[in-house]
């Protein structure tokens, strides 16, 4: 038997496959903006962090003018310009289907901005399996643990009836820090070494397995542990 009632999931990179669009959105506001270059690696690293964070991050030089700016020009991109397509990881559906048949609460974090998540739930017609969600925009960003914090408040789910699902090192400090459990899956942003180094209780390499190691819980993770240290 599961010892979860609260299963937590990240958005970008963990359920939706956005990776290829926050890229080309970011580029495309970079480049109208005339602001240096910065690699497809570097624009991946800062995914999952809150807008202001990621861009910090890329221009730690830049002023609040020139980071509003880049702000802006992005959302606009992402959000109507850029028609780079974005859909759910194959699976995902019928993963939180049965998720929810099963009894499970699930809830979403998610350094998206809340206008992008509001946007993007009613399209792809999961809303409906979450009980809750934050946004890195009304709360703080990964890996500060408070929009996690706030989700178990609201639920009133207790930190070991909690597991964090992230395909981030942002998620699984954030869940670190909060006193969750971690799963992580590798088919997300953040390579498997990198988020080995965080220590989550399991990893997975494909939506199939993350169905089977929520399913069998301790038994499938102990089969395959592959980011847990020891």
């Excluded at 703080?140 to 009836?161: C, H």
Aim: charged content about 25%; overall charge negative.
């Amino acid at each position: 038997m599961s010892p979860y009632k609260l299963i937590v999931f990240d958005w970008d990179g963990t359920l939706m496959d956005s990776e290829a669009r926050i890229v080309a959105s970011m580029r495309s506001a970079i480049h109208d903006l005339s602001f240096p270059f910065r690699e497809d690696a570097q624009l991946r690293n800062v995914i999952g962090l809150g807008l202001p964070e990621a861009l910090a991050m890329l221009y730690p030089e830049g002023d609040k003018v020139m980071k509003n700016a880049l702000v802006e020009r992005y959302r606009h991109y992402y959000l109507s310009a850029d028609l780079t397509p974005s859909q759910l990881f194959e699976g995902v559906e019928e993963l939180l289907g049965k998720l929810h048949e099963q009894g499970y609460l699930m809830a979403i974090a998610t350094g998206k901005g809340r206008s992008g998540l509001d946007r993007v739930l009613p399209e792809v017609g999961v809303a409906h399996y979450f009980c809750t969600s934050r946004c890195a925009d009304e709360t703080a960003s990964k890996p500060n643990p408070r929009m996690l914090l706030e989700i178990m408040a609201q639920t009133q789910a207790r930190p070991e009836e909690t597991l964090m699902v992230g395909d981030t090192e942002y998620d699984l400090l954030m869940a670190k820090y909060a006193g969750t459990d971690a799963l992580a899956v590798s088919y997300g942003v953040h390579e498997k070494t990198r988020l080995q180094q965080c220590g989550p209780i399991g990893c997975v390499d494909s939506v199939t397995a993350l169905e089977g190691w929520l399913s069998a819980g301790p038994a499938y993770a102990a089969r395959n542990a592959s980011c847990r240290h020891g």
